[in-house]
């Protein structure tokens, strides 16, 4: 069974299903490095404290989507050594 989907530019099959969440990731690390480089916060984790900035950054993402962007933030920021 074939997939319909989009190409990416290299001409293979796009794996991505939510380019809005593809647009706003750059603002998403931008709202999480704070905590990242605080450690976390009142003894909470980073995580915890970045998941609340950005639901209230984003507020029409469902809870899972702020989870999933927090999760590729703190991923980017860690192997970017941030």
Known sequence: MVESGRQSVDGS??????????RIFSDVVACVEPFVARGGLNGQPAEYWAIHAVSDRFPQ???QDART????????LG???R
């Open 69 to 76: 962007l927090v999760a590729a933030a703190l991923r980017y």
């Open 61 to 63: 993402l469902a809870g």
């Open 13 to 22: 099959q796009e794996r991505r299903t939510r380019p809005d969440l593809r």
């Open 79 to 81: 192997e970017r050594g």
